[in-house]
């Protein structure tokens, strides 16, 4: 009874780690969505800084601060991926 409890309660725990992992891949996607976004955003100020057309110093220097925050979120979700990918093979080998 009671190896059984504990492996129902490892299924559970894996269930939960599964749908976790699905919400930060998806968050990974929209992180790279943003990544790609925020470069060609600040790319194009930069240059229209550089032609004189339009823009100032400081929509650029907000340009390159975005970039660079969706690209540290972009790096924390893998790194979330990959904590819940380690617990779950923990999880597997407990349960074997």
């Given at each position: 009874m009671a190896a059984e409890a504990a492996i129902q309660s490892l299924d559970q725990q894996k269930l939960v780690r599964a749908t976790i992992v699905t919400q930060v891949r998806a968050d990974i996607r929209a992180s790279e969505a943003d990544v790609t976004r925020l470069h060609l955003e600040t790319a194009c100020q930069?240059?229209?800084l550089g032609t004189g057309i339009v823009g100032t110093r400081q929509i650029?220097?907000?340009?390159?601060d975005n970039?660079?925050?969706?690209?540290?979120t972009l790096r924390?979700?893998?790194a979330k991926l990959e904590q819940l990918r380690q617990q779950l093979n923990v999880l597997d080998k407990q349960r074997a």
């Open positions: 930069q240059t229209q650029v220097e907000l340009a390159i970039d660079k925050r969706a690209d540290a924390s979700n893998r």
